[in-house]
């Protein structure tokens, strides 16, 4: 049953793509699990949609669907798929390759994986026009046309790279140039930016953006990071267990969500600057029904807090709210009734003692007969019961410098380790239990991070043993009052990792790291392998934990968001160098290092675009190689010729406890962030910094 | 403590899909799952009834035999096939069917313990190639590699000629040539465990080398190495028969397989195909059925 009308035949039509009620399964084992139950949407020309939710709730089966790329034991089972008019289901072998040739094109999460590894990629993009008729003379004069539209800067020489030697963005803008060759009237892009960094992924989102306004092409994005979705997306669909609950114009839905799954996806992000001490995060309890499970009327309905009777008997109706708004919910009028979790009487912690301090440190790998520095010179005190957020892009150092705390690197001679006054020993085997246990880890993949074949409890009496020294039932008491404070149950404990849930492994890994009662606990993306509503409930966890044992954390994360909900402290990492380091209020409220202020603006925001926008160019040098002066001066939108890139700045002090690594002076910088802020305006690396990039590439072929 | 006193929406346990009680059952299905799995594939139900023929006809020999297989001179030599001797008779006039039968006992003793000890060696020294690496795994590695350029058969018949034949050195010679290439299969397997975080994860908490690969590598290598061994038992088949066709492996009056066919073969010329073709043929069955073992077994647990 449904309240909209149909749409009358015309516009079906029209539409780019338009998905009925269609009805999916995948059969394993002989078993049909329906993974789609009645999908229904329609994108128009030119129009981009965004289709949301958790892993598993069937959007990139949706997306697959559309272009006929299914795996062997999908079986559609209801409804139609039209793009353009034709009907995707109906068509037979020929007319799909025909129909892939000429009408959509897909982009793909791993760019490195699209392209062929064994071909230039001037010649592969050169074979999309090919295939559609094109001489080969013509084809070459397309791909490099294609390659400049993509806003490759060099495409002659982009051309003649092999895909190894390009960074991945280079790769996906390739990608993109690709499927663009046969003007698609539909463009399907899934998790298009997932593996970028932060600053790449905001170039190729601004890239995807103004391509769709040229070409009028539909797009259809998918994505799990609802700010990405929200940055492209004039429309967007939230999708459950298979049916899409809610639809509507992307800014109305993020704004004021009307269904209680997109509210409570909303409202479990770290939005809005809250912290730790404000109030918790509020969670989606429970988890996603399992692929082909029985679902009462309303899939939802398991996880609802304003479940009632008729939820389970009765389907909701697709309520029309106006304005293309639709919700699939039988209570949108109970909204107001979920409020937010309520505030914490939590302060912000005051500064505790010193505990661990790093001086000096370096990191230098031999690669290849070439001296490759990860760390160069960190300094870095951490103090008791607070959280110091590391932040930077790949191959900024971050992990090398967790290692380097953990002793599963050993820094260069001349770097000091200090915990609690006493010198570490730099190799984790060979310190002493104490010192084992005062630093742990929590893992960004809990899927590797625990040992497939061992029970929960096997897991984590094997840590208190180890690490407390404890034994017999004491052991045990210790688990299971570990296992409480994590919130797990004894079922839980006796289940091996692969019959639990992502968030639950999380939380196993995290008891394992609070076994011996640590000082320290280093957490690499401890969340970012989770969905939204997961990470809310560990994030929380986390917070909680921390509160209760003053435990230190050093947070390892690209997502804003969670750095700025768990850190009292930020440090921001370039090329093995610490750029800034500071109070979390004060690096977020500026004036910030010109890394972190592109960093921040690069940032895809749920709450709609950032006011200033930063766009770095070129590629993050190679650390075997790193610039002359400043190490950011290459990219730096704020570049000073003849000074950046002959010395290197110091790092200053430019209020109590907030250090900058640059040489424009803190009032300047204050003023010229302000008035980015004030103009709007989008900021670039000007040339004569791209010049000193490109004189080092020359100086360093390959 | 950040913790509000109302019901408040704080983290609760997500359910998992087992109950408690149900944790058990829940392995208890996935081991089921696995048992159908490999039900439903007909290569690997050939496989199991060829192989469990030859295994009753070795358990029971001469009790189910329509003939005594050693008494011989109660029949002229080489009588060809017929309602009485179904695969005819051999050239000391014994009853070929009954030999095939009983010759499937002495290979299947020996080609398994061959398979053993060269998994059981080859996993070890796979398991510390691979965790150990530098040094360690460059010294053995290229030993292995030394060992793998041998012939297998030319390096067992001249460990044999001079050891002298009888069970145990061919149990020991085919299981010391097929370890290396068994360490090869689990090095690999380790390599990519070793890579997994749980592994830092002991590193940190300061497990000892042996107890991470004792306890925590070596069971999720497992897999692996029972398929190692299924194949390395086929081959070990092979190899014997090889072996005693070479007349250094089992000795006569054994009924083996491959011993038969060295004696008989020569008379193939004179018409006389029986005594050499049934042996041989029972020496094909049984090498592809536990292919076809092995191979069902990897699929499925590649699934």
Redesign the interface.
């Known amino acids: 049953m449904t309240l909209t009308a149909p749409p009358p035949q015309d516009t079906a039509l029209k539409a780019a793509l338009r998905v009925e009620d269609l009805a999916l399964s995948y059969v394993v ?1 002989g078993i049909p699990r329906p993974v789609l139950r009645g999908v229904t949407f329609e994108i128009r020309p030119g129009e981009s949609y965004g289709l949301v939710g958790e892993s598993g709730c069937g959007k990139s089966t949706t997306a697959y669907a559309a272009v006929r790329y299914l795996p062997r034991n999908a079986v559609i089972t209801g409804g139609r798929i039209l793009v353009s008019g034709d009907d995707v289901t109906k068509m037979n072998d020929e007319q799909v390759r025909q129909f892939r040739m000429h009408h959509v094109s897909m982009v793909y999460q791993d760019p490195g994986a699209a392209l062929n590894p064994t071909t230039k990629v001037g010649p592969q993009v050169a074979e999309a026009f090919a295939v559609l008729g094109q001489p080969r003379k013509e084809a070459e004069a397309s791909a490099i046309k294609a390659l400049q539209r993509v806003q490759i800067a060099d495409p002659e020489r982009v051309y003649q790279r092999y895909p190894h030697q390009l960074s991945g963005g280079m790769q996906q803008r390739a990608v993109i140039a690709m499927a663009l060759a046969s003007d698609p009237k539909l463009l399907v892009l899934d998790e298009p930016t997932t593996g970028l960094d932060a600053t790449v992924e905001a170039s190729v989102l601004d890239l995807v953006r103004s391509l769709q306004a040229e070409t009028n092409a539909a797009v259809l994005l998918i994505a799990h990071n609802l700010g990405v979705i929200r940055t492209i997306c004039d429309r967007v669909g939230v999708m459950y267990a298979g049916k899409i609950v809610e639809e509507g114009d992307a800014a109305a839905v993020f704004e004021r969500p009307q269904h209680p799954y997109t509210l409570g996806l909303l409202r479990s992000l770290p939005r809005h600057g809250i912290r ?2 404000q109030r ?1 995060l ?2 989606i ?3 996603l029904p ?1 692929i082909g499970a029985d679902l009462p009327a309303c899939v939802f309905v398991d996880r609802c ?1 304003l479940a009632t009777e008729i939820c389970r008997t009765v389907d909701p109706p697709n309520v029309d709210l106006g304005g293309g708004r639709t919700s699939r919910c039988h209570h949108i009028d109970r909204l107001g009734e979920l409020t937010e ?2 505030a ?3 302060q912000d912690t005051a500064h505790g003692e010193l505990t661990l301090s790093l001086s000096n440190v370096s990191k230098t790998f031999r690669q290849s007969g070439h001296d490759v520095p990860a760390l160069v010179k960190v300094d870095l005190d951490m103090f008791d019961g607070e959280t110091l957020g590391l932040v930077g892009e790949s191959g900024s150092g971050k992990s090398t410098l967790a290692k380097t705390i ?3 690197e050993t820094p260069d001679v001349g770097g000091e380790l200090e915990l609690d006054d006493h010198r570490l020993n730099p190799k ?2 060979e ?1 002493p ?1 104490e010192d ?2 005062s ?3 929590v ?3 809990p899927e ?6 061992w029970t929960a409890r096997q897991i984590l009496s ?2 208190v043993s ?2 407390t020294g404890l034994k017999g039932k004491a052991v045990g008491e210790r688990v299971d009052k570990l296992a409480a404070s994590l ?6 404990l ?3 990792p692969r ?3 992502g ?2 492994k999380q939380r196993v ?1 995290i008891a ?1 790291a609070f ?2 009662d640590p000082r320290i606990v280093v957490a690499d993306e401890p969340t970012s392998a989770l969905d939204v509503s ?1 990470q ?3 994030l ?2 986390l ?2 934990l921390q ?2 044992n003053k435990t230190s954390y050093l947070l390892i994360s690209h997502d804003l968001g969670v750095v700025r909900y768990l850190a009292d402290r930020i440090a921001v990492m370039y090329l093995g160098r610490i750029m800034e380091v500071g109070e979390s209020e004060n690096v977020f409220r500026g004036p910030n290092h010109p890394y972190t202020e592109a960093l921040l603006s690069a940032i895809p925001n749920v709450d709609g675009a950032a006011t200033a926008r930063i766009r770095l160019e070129g590629e993050i040098p190679s650390p075997a190689n790193p610039p002359s002066g400043c190490v950011f001066h290459t990219r730096c939108h704020r570049f000073i010729k003849n000074l950046c890139e002959v010395t290197e700045p110091p790092l200053i002090e430019v209020e109590p406890g907030h250090l900058m690594k640059c040489h424009i002076p803190v009032d300047e910088l204050r003023r010229l962030q302000a008035k980015a802020r004030q103009e709007d305006v989008v900021l670039t690396t000007p040339p004569e910094a791209l010049e000193a990039a490109a004189a080092i590439a020359a100086d360093n072929p390959g | ?4 006193t ?1 019901p ?13 009680s149900g ?1 058990m059952s ?2 208890a299905r996935a081991r089921r ?1 696995l048992i ?2 490999l039900l439903r594939r007909r290569a690997f139900l050939i496989g199991v009834v060829v192989l469990v023929i030859w295994v009753v006809c070795a358990v029971l020999g001469e009790r189910i035999t329509p003939y005594d297989p050693f008494n011989a001179f109660f029949l002229p030599g080489h009588q060809p096939p017929s309602p009485a001797h179904l695969f005819g008779t051999d050239r000391l006039g014994r009853d070929v069917l009954s030999r095939v039968m009983v010759g499937s006992r002495d290979v299947l003793i020996v080609a398994p313990l061959a398979a053993l000890l060269g998994v059981g060696v080859g996993t070890l020294l796979g398991l510390v190639m691979g965790y150990y690496r530098g040094i360690v795994d460059d010294i053995l590695s290229r030993v292995v590699e030394a060992f793998l350029a041998l012939p297998v058969i030319l390096v067992a018949l001249l460990t044999l000629v001079v050891l002298g034949s009888s069970s145990v050195v061919v149990v020991f010679v085919v299981g010391v040539l097929f370890a290396p290439i068994v360490a090869r299969t689990v090095r690999s397997a380790v390599l990519s465990e070793r890579q ?3 592994v ?2 002991a ?5 000892t080398g042996l107890f991470i690969l004792s306890r ?1 590598i070596f ?2 290598v497992l897999g692996p190495t029972v398929v190692e061994m299924t194949v390395r038992f086929g081959y070990a088949i092979f190899t014997v028969a090889t072996l005693s066709f070479l007349g250094v492996g089992l000795q006569p009056p054994s009924p083996d397989w491959g011993l038969t066919v060295s004696q008989e073969y020569a008379n193939m010329i004179a018409g006389i195909w029986w005594p050499t073709l049934f042996p041989a043929l029972a020496i094909a069955s049984t090498v592809i059925a536990i292919n076809l073992i092995a191979d069902s077994l990897q699929s499925v647990l590649n699934e």
């Open positions: 084992r730790k001490s918790p509020a969670t309890p429970g988890s399992q807090p979790p309520p914490s009487a939590g953990l002793g599963i984790s085997m310190r239990t084992k246990r630093i742990q880890m893992f960004q993949n590797s991070a625990l040992n497939r074949g094997r840590s180890k690490l919130r797990l149950s004894q079922r839980h006796d289940l091996k019959q639990l849930s968030g639950l890994a394992r076994a011996g997961v809310a409930a560990i929380n966890l917070s909680d509160s209760e | 403590m950040v913790e509000s109302a408040s929406p704080s983290p609760l346990p997500t359910p998992v899909p087992a109950t408690g944790a829940e392995r799952e159908l799995l997994l975080d749980y830092t994860a590193k940190l908490r300061g497990e925590e069971p999720n």
